[in-house]
């Protein structure tokens, strides 16, 4: 029950959003929605801690440690980004007020889906809700109605609609194989429990197309060209939605099919795994040298982790296995803190141009401070999550000895660390070269004046969301709660066979 | 009729199907026309629902013909009423001179594509119990490669739509061979998705129509790394 009362709350909070009558309420409703939706799937994940094996309504809906887990940061991001909203957007569209209950209605309803992602069973519905993360985003991505916005939101929908469709033939091709095993069930189990007697040409068939399909929507390396675009034109709290969370449950569906691959009777898929994933790393690393954008920073930043996940789900130990979900869960906080800080800058010196900005620190030492302190979080600064995470993963992987992947893992990581603190730290503590001749700059630098007239313009649920994601992403560096760690070990599990 | 004559009968009609199906698929490449790309779609759909029947005449199965039923009234009539519904008509009368690549160039890559899908798919042949193994396999598989093609090439909106329309409509046209017990509950799922993605798109192909003054999708191309030099990015914020 509790899972359909989990699916439910944000469609109804869609529908009373959409209310023309109830349009000034529509972002409490949001808020409240999302926050009842947390309290619900906290208590799911505490079940699931406690020792019960799954939960599940009536053999279409069910979780696990792993579900639980997507279930779970999908409505922490989902609760944190619809409080900021509520000032954020206000301030940045009071003039199309709206416009803004069809935001909160969009937004529900992309809350949802991705909440049915991890729950619902049936594979080729899984591709169905994730399918409608792509439509019910789109108009989110595409809010602000500017050209650049409209052009992120037309890559992004063509694209991943485009990996949609050849994931659904995997789809298809999938339930052949289980077919031809007979007897099963189309579910992740009954799959998993088929996959010794599955056709290894039809498993194989379906895997590449599904990773093929869906990685466009992850934003692995080489379809990740849309991501940027629409994790940067978007409205800070969407993005936060969209890169903190969005990417990892369709890469949960990815995910889950490991274990199945690890059943058949042939080998070498986690290396090809492995290999995909270090690419998208590399690529990305190298990409976060030169953004102009620092949202568009953000958002290579999370191909990188993404990459880093696949890698780690990719290598074969229990240990690894619980790194990736380790990663999972500080990419989620840290980088849904990330946008709600760029938001922030957004806010501050309007502008998302890196070079623009310089010496934040004496414009606003609060948006400077989250600034920096998610730029350090995200790129793996000690004694931060990410640092944790990836280093788990990288003593993993030693363990294993695979040491080629670890060296090159580390040097990629070395490397996006760089790109990260080089931006942000010009940005918080640069100093103008042309602090004198800074009048015919232009835009920029007025951009910048016009800032210091506004200074501390950051509405209430800004900063209440800026200091709770702050402490999160500060106390999950150096104290993981022993139920988070007991369902991060049992999410592990849902890699294995 | 004796059975055999009747099988032989619906296995030289849904040949006939599978061949007009890869038929539209080279057309959608190749059309200028927003408008005969939009017939075109229609009647690719209206194959697929005909191999749907076909099929399920051949193999007794009501739930492929519910699939066909299910195909016969959301692509070609609730889908171009929704189209109708977001977009202008002026999309309608447009015609796309340029293409990225010119049409016979286009059509032989599509060729090469077609022998790749068919090469593609010969080991997924000879992998299924035999009533699974039909031509719609390879053709399904050509068709969604040519409407991936056809997105890449296009600019003009509506045929990028329809270009991801018929990379479902050959994934489906696969998938009524191949998988053909698939839950009911879950074809009509994917057919409403269909309906909501067509909606959406068309929704914000308007937005791009209104804010931009045109549908030519492809040229919009400011977001890069290098031209992002060019224009800071300046929010508009009051």
């Known amino acids: 029950m509790t899972l359909i009362a989990l699916l439910l709350l944000p469609l109804i909070a869609a529908g009373l959003s959409a209310l023309p009558r109830l349009r000034a309420l529509s972002p409490a409703v949001t808020a409240a929605s999302c926050a009842a939706v947390l309290i619900l799937a906290s208590e799911t994940a505490l079940r699931i801690v406690a020792g019960a094996p799954a939960v599940s309504f009536r053999g279409w809906l069910s979780v696990d440690g792993l579900g639980a887990l997507i279930v779970w940061l999908v409505s922490l991001v989902g609760t944190t980004a619809a409080v900021y909203s509520w000032g954020y957007m206000r301030k940045t569209s009071s003039h199309q007020l709206t416009r803004l209950r069809l935001y909160y209605a969009n937004y529900n309803l992309f809350v949802f889906a991705m909440l049915a992602i991890p729950m619902v069973v049936e594979p080729t519905l899984v591709w169905i809700f994730v399918e409608l993360t792509t439509l019910t985003s789109a108009l989110l991505v595409s809010f602000e109605s500017t050209r650049a916005a409209l052009e992120a939101a037309w890559k992004y929908v063509a694209l991943s609609l485009m990996g949609a469709a050849i994931a659904l033939l995997g789809f298809l091709v999938l339930f052949a194989a289980l077919q031809a095993a007979g007897g099963e069930p189309y579910t992740w189990e009954g799959l998993a429990r088929a996959a010794p007697r599955m056709p290894p040409v039809l498993l194989k068939t379906a895997f590449v197309l599904i990773l093929a399909g869906l990685g466009t929507k992850v934003g692995l390396v080489p379809l990740h060209t849309w991501l940027p675009d629409a994790h940067s034109q978007a409205p800070s709290p969407v993005c936060a939605l969209l890169s903190g969370i969005e990417t990892t449950s369709v890469l949960y569906v990815i995910l889950r099919l490991l274990p199945v691959l690890d059943a058949s009777p042939f080998s070498g898929v986690r290396d090809g795994v492995v290999i995909f994933g270090l690419i998208s790393v590399g690529v990305a690393a190298f990409l976060l040298l030169q953004v102009r954008d620092y949202k568009r920073l953000f958002a290579f930043s999370t191909v990188e982790h993404m990459g880093i996940i696949l890698v780690a789900a990719g290598l074969a130990s229990e240990a690894a296995h619980y790194g990736a979900m380790y990663q999972i869960l500080s990419h989620t906080v840290t980088k849904s803190f990330c946008f709600f800080a760029a938001g922030a800058a957004v806010l501050t010196v309007t502008t998302r141009d890196i070079p623009a900005v310089r010496g934040l620190v004496r414009i606003s030492p609060a948006t400077a401070a989250s600034l920096l302190l998610g730029g350090l979080a995200i790129a793996g600064a000690p004694p931060l999550s990410v640092f944790v995470s990836e280093f788990l993963i990288l003593k993993a992987g030693l363990a294993e000895g695979r040491y080629v992947v670890v060296g090159l893992l580390t040097l990629f990581i070395a490397i996006a660390f760089f790109g990260v603190l080089l931006h942000i730290n010009r940005m918080v503590f640069g100093r103008r070269a042309d602090d004198s001749a800074s009048s015919s700059t232009g835009s920029p630098a007025g951009a910048v004046a016009h800032a210091r007239e506004g200074a501390g313009v950051l509405p209430l649920s800004c900063r209440l969301i800026l200091l709770l994601g702050g402490a999160l992403v500060v106390v999950l560096g150096v104290y993981l709660p022993s139920p988070l760690h007991e369902l991060l070990r049992l999410a592990s599990h849902g890699l294995q066979r | ?238």
């Open chain 2, 1 to 238: 009729m004796t059975d055999s004559t009747f099988t032989a009968a619906l296995d030289a009609l849904n040949a006939l199907a599978c061949g007009l199906f890869l038929l539209a698929a080279f057309a959608i490449v190749a059309t200028r026309q927003t408008r005969g790309c939009l017939l075109l779609f229609i009647g690719q759909s209206l194959l697929l629902a005909a191999s749907a029947f076909v099929l399920g005449a051949k193999y007794q199965s009501l739930h492929l013909m519910a699939v066909g039923a299910v195909n016969l009234i959301s692509k070609p009539i609730v889908i171009p009423w929704i189209l109708r519904r977001t977009l202008s008509a002026e999309v309608y009368a447009r015609r796309e001179i340029d293409q990225v690549l010119n049409i016979p160039t286009s059509l032989l890559i599509a060729l090469a594509l077609a022998i790749l899908a068919y090469f593609l798919t010969l080991p997924i042949l000879g992998a299924v119990a035999p009533q699974f193994r039909s031509a719609n396999v390879p053709i399904g598989f050509a068709g969604l490669l040519l409407g991936a093609y056809t997105l890449t090439v296009r600019r003009e909106a509506v045929p990028m739509l329809i270009g991801i329309l018929a990379m479902e409509n050959g994934a489906f046209f696969a998938g009524i061979a191949l998988s053909r017990n698939l839950p009911l509950i879950v074809e009509l799922a994917i057919a409403s998705d269909g309906l909501v993605l067509v909606f959406v798109t068309g929704v914000l192909v308007r937005a791009i129509q209104q804010h931009i003054g045109s549908t030519r999708v492809g040229e919009l191309v400011s977001l890069r790394e290098e031209s992002a030099q060019l224009g800071a990015a300046v929010e508009e914020i009051p």
